[in-house]
Structures are given as structure tokens and as C-alpha cells.
């Protein structure tokens, strides 16, 4: 089993839906979550931390679920400009801060 | 800049070569993190240095591959005897304190013909 596994997609949708991702991951005493962006040929960027508690940055909210362990990142009203890959990363065991992505989630959001 | 810096952004060599990957993180950052990533997958963890120290190298794929940071500062990768399945987007990525939110440079495209 991947220490992070993620649905890869692609998730097509029209502009203004809702949507959502998924993703679990493999050790139950990871600490931190995130949620990064890619775009194509370019770096990885953090789109937002996860806590506990759940969080939201304007359209984007972030669940975790630790009896579980997933995480989910849910968009409302999509734009064509959250067109991208939606990584989903863990802190690795013995907090050597060793940080796991998975495999990433694509997103195609179309007029 | 402010950011992290990586150079070369492209690399093509031929197989058998040696290559070196250069990273000067964010001033001030004392996690520094080498990642792998082929087409179609999510970055994979290579090695991660906090000062001049490996804390961690588990990533590294064989003795072929390996890495430096001498003065807790800039990170040298190094990979011996380059094979085609070496082809990748090398990224290195800082953060102030391990474990918390890391900062990616734009990448080293590495090419081996």
C-alpha cells in the first residue's frame, strides 16, 4: 500500500461546480497535512495546511479525518484557473520531517 | 531573489555521466529537502538535511545518488554513472522548521540520452 494514495483522475467539470478529492494515507501518527498545487512543468505550491478541526481559504475547505485517515479538499464554484494537479501530502514516520506526497489529483475545470 | 534557487533548470547528458544538481534554499531555512518527480506521479522524497546534516536519506533510489550540504546552507545532488530512468524533474524544496510547510524551487529538468 502507498504511504499516500490519491484518485489521479482527471476530474472534468464545468466552471462553477462543486468538487471534491479525496486521499488517504498509511500512518496514523502523521501530524501535519497539507494540500499543495501544480501546474504543468512547474513546482509544487502550497495551496493550505490541514488542521484538525477543518479549515477553509476562500473557496477551498480541508477536511481531516484521523480515526480514518483521510483528508479531503473540497472547491465550490470552480474557475477555469484551478485547472491543475491537487497533491495531497503527509508528514513520514519518526517525525524526521520527511514530508509524502501522493500522487496528485487532475483537475480540469472547462467553460 | 527571496525564493529557492536551482540551477541548471535543464540538463541533458549522456547515460554514464555524472551530473551535479545545485539548490540554494530560502536565507535563514535550515530543512533542506531533495524530491524526485517523474511524468505523472507526485514528488518522491530522496534525502533531507537539517544544517549540514542528513536526517534522513531513505529515498535515495542506490549509492549512485548522493548529496551535500556542507555549510547548512547551499545542497549539491550528485548522481554517478547516469541511466536513462534517472529522466526526471529534480526539485529541492526549504523550510524554517522540519516537518512544516516547505518552499519548492522551479526545478532541475534532468535528461539522460
Known amino acids: 500500500r502507498k504511504e499516500v494514495e490519491q484518485d489521479p483522475g482527471p476530474f472534468n467539470v464545468p466552471e462553477g461546480a462543486t468538487v471534491a478529492f479525496n486521499c488517504t494515507y498509511s500512518n496514523s501518527a502523521s501530524q501535519s497535512f497539507f494540500w499543495y498545487r501544480q501546474d504543468c512543468r512547474k513546482e509544487p505550491k502550497l495551496l493550505m495546511s490541514v488542521y484538525s478541526s477543518g479549515n477553509e481559504d476562500g473557496r477551498f475547505t480541508a477536511q481531516l479525518n484521523r480515526a480514518s485517515q483521510y483528508i479531503s479538499l473540497l472547491i465550490r464554484d470552480s474557475k477555469l484557473s484551478d485547472s491543475a494537479t491537487y497533491l495531497c501530502?503527509?508528514?513520514?514516520?519518526?517525525?524526521?520531517?520527511?514530508?509524502?506526497f501522493g500522487q496528485g489529483t487532475t483537475l480540469q475545470v472547462k467553460p | 531573489g527571496a525564493g529557492v534557487s536551482q540551477t541548471p533548470s535543464n540538463k541533458v547528458t549522456e547515460k554514464g555521466k555524472y551530473v551535479e544538481l545545485r539548490c540554494d534554499p530560502i536565507?535563514?531555512?535550515?530543512?533542506l529537502y531533495w524530491y524526485r518527480q517523474s511524468l505523472g506521479q507526485g514528488p518522491e522524497f530522496l534525502i533531507y538535511f537539517q544544517g549540514t546534516g542528513a536526517a534522513d536519506d531513505s529515498g535515495l533510489p542506490n549509492d549512485r545518488f548522493f548529496a551535500v550540504r556542507p555549510e547548512g546552507s547551499v545542497s549539491t545532488l550528485k548522481i554517478q554513472r547516469t541511466e536513462r530512468g534517472d529522466s526526471a524533474m529534480y526539485l529541492c524544496?526549504?523550510?524554517?522548521?522540519?516537518?512544516?510547510?516547505?518552499?519548492f524551487g522551479e526545478g532541475s529538468w534532468l535528461t539522460v540520452v
Open positions: 536565507s535563514g531555512h535550515t530543512a
Open positions: 501530502v503527509v508528514n513520514g514516520p519518526g517525525n524526521t520531517g520527511k514530508l509524502i
Open positions: 524544496a526549504s523550510s524554517p522548521v522540519h516537518g512544516n510547510t516547505i518552499y
